[in-house]
């Protein structure tokens, strides 16, 4: 005798909630940037020792500084999660992004770092600006933007096969999505718009 179609309807449905999980923890804007950061840092540069300096200040800002002030929220009690799952919540997290970019920008820029790793923490500032304001009427996906956003370089000056690293994208959409974190417009939005500011952006800097 078989298992209830209830049953198997309720185990497929926390293999999905688990792999939307570990989708949306794999492809973490604490994560993404932080390597797209490390590619471009050792692969633009002739020493090595410099390349790892010039990431070391681009992880300061795109994980360090945020990190630990959404963290501080989260032991205060003022968020659940290092996503910030409430909208708002995030403006605050989100200012301390533009404003650690923008900071992390000059130094990049006043030390000689490669202008692909300039130009993109630059983005990074433009783009979160630019969500910080339509976070206050809209909860824009952040996974999203930083996907978006993140993986335009690598489209942008190589082509090729890494255009196959658009398939993170309904990757992302999907695991928002089941995760109920965002609607389908909102995750969508975050990826699209993201992708055209960057492309922009890029084509102006480069």
Known sequence: MGQPDSYTSSVTSREDLR??????????????????????SLTETASL?????????TFIAT????GSYVTMMKQHGRTRSIDVPERIERTKPFVIGVVGYVIATGILWAIGAPSIVVAL????????AIATAINH???????????????VPFLFLYGGLWWLLVLCFPLVIYSRVKLRAHTLAQATAGIALAFVLTWVQLYFWL
């Open 121 to 128: 923490m630059s983005i990074y500032a433009v783009n979160t």
């Open 63 to 66: 994980d360090v500084v945020i």
């Open 137 to 151: 009427w809209w909860k824009i996906s952040i996974h999203g933007m930083s996907i978006g956003g993140t993986l």
């Open 19 to 40: 792999f939307a999980k570990v989708i949306s923890s794999v492809l973490h804007p604490f994560i993404v940037g932080p390597l797209a950061f490390l590619f471009f």
């Open 49 to 57: 020792w410099f390349g790892w300096g010039v990431w070391i200040i």
